[in-house]
C-alpha cells in the first residue's frame, strides 16, 4: 500500500509542477518511428525544451 500511494503522489507533483510549464521540440527536424516490442518510439530519442508558461 506505502509504495502504491508514493507513486500516486509522485505522479500528483509531477502533473502539477508540468501544469506550469509546456515541451516543445528542440529541432524541428521530423522524428522516425521505430518499432520497440508492441509500441513505437523515436528512432533517436526525442530532444525536448521546457519552456514557461504564460
Same mark, same amino acid.
Given at each position: 500500500m506505502?509504495? *502504491?500511494l508514493a507513486l500516486f %503522489?509522485? =505522479?500528483?507533483v509531477l502533473a502539477k509542477?508540468?501544469?506550469?510549464?509546456r515541451l516543445a521540440m528542440a529541432d524541428q527536424?521530423? %522524428?522516425y518511428?521505430?518499432?520497440r516490442g508492441?509500441?513505437?518510439a523515436? *528512432? =533517436?530519442g526525442a530532444q525536448m525544451i521546457l519552456k %514557461?508558461?504564460?
Open positions: 506505502g509504495e *502504491a %503522489e509522485m =505522479k500528483l509542477m508540468l501544469s506550469h510549464y527536424d521530423p %522524428e518511428p521505430q518499432s508492441v509500441t513505437f523515436p *528512432a =533517436k %514557461e508558461k504564460f
